[in-house]
C-alpha cells in the first residue's frame, strides 16, 4: 500500500486498529476528527464508511484533508490526474524561492530536488489553482518532497550529513484517494466546537506541551501557502511563526489546561474519543475529571507503550551539529480517554484489539 501521510510528530498509525474498532463498535455514521493533522484517524473513519468533517488550522493539513476527505476516489477522472502528474514530473527544474531557502540557506533537500519543487509547485499555482485536481497534486508534492528530505521528520533542524534519501529524485505519485465524501474546516477548535451540531463521534488529538505544529513543519506551511515569507535561523523558519497570532494556548503550560476545559465543556458529540500521552502537561487524572466535569456520564483511559519518535531517539543537537544533550528517555505512554455513556464506554472499550 502506497503511504498515505507525510512523517508526522504523534502520528496514530500505531493506534489505527483501536481508533478503527472503537469508531466500528460505536456504529457513528458521522465522525469529527477536531485536529486532523494529517487526516491519519479521520481517513481510517472514511474508510469504514462514515461521512467525516477534518479540521486543523494549518494550511498544509486542510490540503492534505481535501485531498483525502472531502476528494471521493469514485468520482475524479483518474486519466486526467496521472496525465496531469506525469506532466508535472517532468517539467525541468528551476531555482526559485524553495531552493534558494532551504537547499542554499539551509539543507533540507538537495538543491537538484529544490529545483524540481520550485518548478512543479510554480506549475500547480498557476496553471491548476482552483481545479478539483489541486489539493491532490499538492499532496502528491507533498509527500514527494517527504522521501526526499534531510530530518529525522521534524523541521526545526536538518540532518548534518545528508541523509540517504536525499540523493533520490523527487517522483510524484498518485495519492491514495478513498470513496466517499467529507468536509474539511480549517477553524479554531474551540469556535468550531461551539457551532457545531452534536456529532455521534468526535475525535480530538489536541496539542498538550511546547512543541508546536506551526514551526515543526514550517517547510509544509510554507510549500502550501507558496508565498515566499522572510525567514530566520538556521532552519530558515517563517518569520510569522513569531506572531501571536501562529502561537497557541494548547502550547503554553499556564493555559493549556484551562484551553483544553473550555474545548470539553463545548463539544457535543455521543462518544468523544481522546488522544493524549505521558509528555504531557496535565496527568490522566486530570484529564478525567475535567472529562468528567464536562457531562460525560463515563470515561475510562486506555494505554499503550511505544517507541517515542525517531528523532527523539537520536538525540539532541546544536546548530553545529554536534550532540548537546542526553536522551531522557526512548518511549512513551500513549492514552486514550473514551468518554459517553457508561453502556457506549463499555462496549467501546471491549472492542479494543488486544
Not at 472531502?70 to 517539467?91: F, G, K, M, N
Not at 478539483?132 to 509527500?143: A, D, G, H, K, N
Not at 493524549?276 to 484529564?287: A, C, H, R, V
Amino acid at each position: 500500500m502506497m503511504e498515505l501521510v507525510i512523517k508526522y510528530l504523534g502520528s496514530k498509525r500505531t493506534l489505527l486498529p483501536v481508533l478503527g474498532a472503537i469508531a466500528k463498535q460505536s456504529q457513528a455514521s458521522r465522525a469529527v476528527d477536531m485536529f486532523t493533522g494529517t487526516t491519519r484517524v479521520a481517513s481510517e473513519y472514511k474508510r469504514q464508511g462514515l461521512t467525516v468533517l477534518a479540521n486543523d488550522i494549518a494550511t498544509y493539513s486542510n490540503v492534505l484533508a481535501q485531498c483525502y476527505i472531502t476528494t471521493d476516489a469514485d468520482t475524479i477522472d483518474q486519466p486526467q490526474l496521472v496525465d496531469t502528474l506525469d506532466y508535472l514530473q517532468h517539467l525541468p527544474g528551476k531555482r526559485g524561492y524553495f531552493t534558494e531557502t532551504f537547499c542554499e540557506k539551509s539543507r533540507f533537500f538537495q538543491p537538484h530536488n529544490g529545483m524540481r519543487i520550485d518548478a512543479i509547485r510554480d506549475a500547480i499555482e498557476t496553471e491548476y489553482s482552483g481545479s478539483w485536481m489541486y489539493p491532490i497534486l499538492l499532496t502528491s508534492l507533498l509527500l514527494a518532497a517527504d522521501r526526499v528530505d534531510s530530518t529525522t521528520g521534524v523541521q526545526m533542524a536538518y540532518l548534518k550529513k545528508w541523509a540517504a534519501r536525499s540523493y533520490n529524485n523527487l517522483e510524484l505519485r498518485v495519492p491514495e484517494l478513498i470513496p466517499g465524501t467529507g468536509e474539511a474546516t480549517m477553524e479554531d477548535a474551540l469556535e468550531l466546537a461551539r457551532r457545531l451540531p452534536k456529532t455521534e463521534l468526535m475525535y480530538l488529538d489536541p496539542p498538550y506541551n511546547q512543541h508546536r505544529y506551526f514551526t515543526n513543519y514550517h517547510i509544509w506551511e510554507t510549500l502550501v501557502r507558496w508565498d515566499a515569507p522572510d525567514s530566520y535561523g538556521i532552519a530558515c523558519k517563517r518569520s510569522d511563526a513569531r506572531e501571536a497570532t501562529t502561537k497557541s494556548a494548547y502550547n503554553r503550560r499556564r493555559e493549556m489546561p484551562a484551553q483544553l476545559r473550555q474545548l470539553f465543556y463545548a463539544i457535543n458529540t455521543e462518544l468523544a474519543v481522546v488522544s493524549y500521552n505521558d509528555e504531557s502537561w496535565i496527568t490522566p487524572q486530570e484529564m478525567t475529571t475535567t472529562l468528567r466535569d464536562a457531562g460525560f456520564e463515563d470515561v475510562r483511559m486506555l494505554a499503550f507503550d511505544y517507541k517515542r519518535y525517531v528523532g527523539a531517539q537520536i538525540g539532541i543537537y546544536n546548530q553545529s551539529g554536534n550532540k548537546v544533550g542526553k536522551v531522557s528517555h526512548l518511549r512513551n505512554v500513549e492514552y486514550l480517554f473514551l468518554a459517553g455513556s457508561k453502556d457506549q464506554v463499555a462496549a467501546c472499550a471491549a472492542a479494543v484489539p488486544s
